[in-house]
């Protein structure tokens, strides 16, 4: 049975999870709206939900150096190393509804990252899809000989009627 500063220690950890997964949580739902903002087309609401994700970040990477240290101390006063298994290996010699609570938490974090890195992922590609149809729009407006709507100076060229528009986008 863990001494009073070890249960103290404990229960920490479990706010310390409890926080993280939290933060985590925020940053799974600025990931959804993000895409929502690159499915509109909202380029200035990125810059919000891009600062917003950067604070998230800072939130969370200062709870998980809180929690190694804590988890860490915790290992050591039950007289072993916890190596790359970490909370897993630490909530299995804890056991009982203790070591239930730092698995499940444990596996919550876990499904949080992923889909959080999942959901990164769908972004960029949005976001590079998006980079590439502006780029071709702007080629087709400045490089597209008689059918640019602009000179290689800048000055807009007279109109451009809509066929020709769509018969050089193919």
Known sequence: MPCASANESIMMLLSLL???????????DLVQEE?????????????????????????????????????DRLAQEQGFRLGQEGLRRLADRLGGQIGDRLHAAGWRLTDLVEEVRGGMAINHLALSGLR??????????????????YSASGVR???VSTARVVAHKG
């Open 18 to 28: 409890d926080q993280e997964i939290t933060e985590l949580e925020v940053l799974a």
């Open 157 to 159: 060229k007279p109109a």
């Open 35 to 71: 895409r929502r903002a690159l499915s509109r087309c909202s380029i200035f609401s990125l810059d919000g939900i891009a600062q917003r994700r950067l604070h998230t970040v800072h939130q969370l990477e200062q709870l998980e150096i809180r929690r190694a240290q804590l988890a």
């Open 132 to 149: 590439e149809h502006a780029e071709n729009a702007l080629r087709l407006w400045q490089d597209g000989g008689e059918l640019s709507l």
